[in-house]
């Protein structure tokens, strides 16, 4: 069976997008503010700024606002303006003049007027289920900003060098500051202790961002009555379809999702899964199980509730990978929604193969928790 990188690297070489064209090697734009950070090679990695060719590119990276104002291909469009500006960095030297200049960056409220000079014209695209896709890409001779203006209480954490990277995302995150706006301080090396702080992969940072708001919700939780009743939540949008159910159990999570026809007439599935203590190691899903499960553990823990959750996922024709944000904002309109509940088992489950083209009767086989659950009724299928 095909893994799911796998899959999803065959899918995004089926389908070129057409993207800016840089003229020669000089650049004048805005950075949205956004900086991208690669793995390979690690631990000295390629890092840089993301840049547009227009005054305001905010909009080109802020994932909270796109699932409400625009469109698939409005968003493809904004990244596909994006230029990838890079240099190799050791990731422990976030004090040198490169490295800060991508903290100015990422910790800056507004765009950034910006002047950059490439060894040779960008090239190329990059679309991933991991991170927002953006267009070209080259090394970075050269860069200058303007001077950013900080948000606040950015700029409050970045200068406390005894505050943990950790407590850094749960504060600034019950300030009300967006997730992506934390990610990409924390993938500065903006946060933590002094002697910790180095450049984070974006790819890992965005996990590390989810899988830190989780935990502290998780213990919480674990803590709760159960709910009494079996709810179902629901979302679409992007060429997805989510449906959320939660069970009158101990925290428990499972996810699986279904890929179908987008590339060819094959259907591919993919599914992981935690016990009430939770996982070690990473799950195969990639960054979208842990962005799912932080949103449902949270809103668990504002509501003073325990529960078993289980998130049904289908994608269809049409899906481009556009990145996590998509799994964490439709599960995040999902949990804002008002649920159907359920007093038994059996009809919650019956309503979700109702509203899903592969529902609960296509999965059993599959899924790991509601086979094995004591109040099972998947028999009565």
């Not at 950790?166 to 600034?172: D, S």
């Not at 529902?359 to 009724?377: E, F, P, T, W």
Request: charged letters at 25%; one cysteine or more; aromatic letters at 12%.
């Amino acid at each position: 069976m095909i893994g799911k990188r796998a899959f999803l690297d065959k899918l995004t070489a089926l389908r070129p997008m057409q993207s800016v064209t840089l003229k020669g090697t000089s650049f004048e734009g805005s950075s949205p503010p956004s900086v991208f950070i690669g793995q390979a090679n690690y631990p000295k990695v390629f890092a840089g700024p993301m840049l547009a060719q227009t005054p305001d590119s905010f909009a080109y990276d802020a994932p909270e606002q796109w699932l409400s104002k625009y469109q698939l291909g409005n968003v493809i469009d904004f990244r596909m303006q994006l230029l990838r500006g890079m240099k190799a960095v050791p990731v422990n030297a976030v004090g040198n003049r490169f490295a800060q200049q991508l903290q100015e960056i990422a910790l800056s409220k507004d765009s950034l007027f910006t002047h950059a000079e490439f060894d040779k014209a960008p090239r190329g695209t990059s679309f991933s289920e991991d991170h927002a896709p953006f267009g070209p890409s080259a090394e970075l001779k050269q860069m200058q900003t303007e001077n950013a203006r900080w948000q606040k209480d950015m700029q409050k954490a970045f200068y406390d060098t005894d505050l943990r990277a950790a407590e850094a995302v749960n504060e600034l995150t019950d300030k009300g500051l967006a997730f992506t706006q934390i990610q990409k301080a924390l993938s500065t090396g903006a946060f933590g202790l002094a002697k910790n702080r180095k450049l984070v992969p974006t790819r890992w940072s965005i996990t590390a961002t989810d899988d830190i708001l989780a935990k502290p919700a998780m213990a919480d939780i674990r803590q709760n009555d159960p709910i009494g009743e079996y709810r179902v939540y629901e979302s679409e949008g992007f060429h997805n379809k989510f449906a959320i159910m939660l069970t009158p159990n101990q925290w428990q999570y499972e996810a699986i999702e279904v890929f179908d026809k987008i590339m060819g007439d094959k259907t591919f599935s993919f599914s992981d899964f935690e016990g009430h203590f939770g996982r070690k190691e990473y799950s195969e899903m990639g960054g979208c199980y842990y962005a799912q499960r932080q949103v449902i553990a949270n809103e668990l823990q504002k509501q003073d509730e325990q529960a078993g959750a289980f998130v049904f996922r289908e994608v269809s024709e049409g899906y481009v990978p556009t990145g996590v944000w998509v799994c964490r904002e439709l599960t995040k309109q999902a949990m804002e929604s008002t649920p159907v509940t359920f007093k038994t088992r059996s009809d919650a489950l019956n309503y979700v193969d109702s509203k899903l083209k592969f529902g609960v009767k296509y999965h059993k086989d599959r899924m790991q928790l509601i086979n094995s659950a004591k109040q099972s009724s998947l028999k009565e299928f």
